[in-house]
């Protein structure tokens, strides 16, 4: 076999459709990625998959608006923190500091649509492709071993393992994605209640538009929840 057959091979198998799994098995990777959300406990680990989506969102957004980016740090508490440069105000600023956390949702929301269309392996492969480039951008060890282990759990299964344990996995992120990107606004909410995160991203943005942050938590908690009931039905309708 040579080089150009192996390559059309490889990008018909990315780019192909793949079958769609029972919607028992949907169902069950819904079930799994809740049991990962609700629980404190877990959720104190599984969180951190939440803050790369977080910290990602930011990353692209201030690039796509012509912002510098200068690196991302994930701490072992899930938090985290995106530096960009440019303009203080602006567009750009205003949609850098509202993509947070709307990322896990709106993420979760297209990997839906790519999984309803039978895209399971691109929807692996343009994960890891993100965290690669993610990778490139983190400026502190534990942000790199997180973005590694998480890069390299999509390739190992998009490379070694079949349709099945594909479809489960993927849509068992995209369960998670879609379950745990509601979670964060309402953490939120309850810190700025009890007067704790005054620099918040609805805080921010407060300062940059004159718009109330209770506004911006409003929206946060739209973006999730819609993405959550859209994206659920999408998959459990496939």
Request: proline letters at 4%; aromatic letters at 8%; charged letters at 10%.
């Amino acid at each position: 076999m040579d080089s150009s057959t192996t390559a059309t091979d490889l990008w018909n198998r990315v780019v192909g459709n793949q079958p769609h799994p029972s919607t028992w098995l949907i169902a069950v990777t819904g079930a799994v990625a809740l049991a990962a959300v609700t629980p404190y406990g877990v959720w104190r680990i599984t969180r951190n998959a939440i803050t790369i989506a977080h910290e990602g969102g930011h990353a692209l957004v201030a690039l796509l608006s012509g912002r510098r980016l200068d690196g991302i740090r994930l701490h072992s508490d899930t938090s985290g923190l995106t530096v960009s440069r440019g303009r203080p105000s602006g567009i750009g600023m205003v949609l850098t500091a509202a993509a947070g956390y709307t990322a896990p949702s709106l993420l979760g929301l297209a990997g839906a649509a790519l999984l309803t269309a039978g895209h399971t392996t691109a929807l692996l492969w343009g994960a890891a492709a993100l965290l690669a480039a993610m990778l490139v951008m983190i400026r502190n060890a534990y942000g790199a071993l997180t973005v590694v282990v998480a890069g390299a759990a999509f390739v190992l299964v998009s490379w070694l393992c079949g349709p099945q344990v594909q479809a489960a996995f993927a849509y068992g992120v995209v369960w998670f994605l879609l379950l745990g990107g509601v979670r964060p606004p309402f953490e939120l909410g309850r810190k700025r209640r009890h007067g704790g995160a005054p620099d918040s991203d609805a805080d921010q943005l407060a300062r940059l538009t004159s718009v109330p942050a209770a506004f911006w938590l409003l929206f946060f908690h739209v973006v999730s929840l819609a993405s959550l009931a859209g994206g659920g039905r999408w998959m459990l309708a496939a």
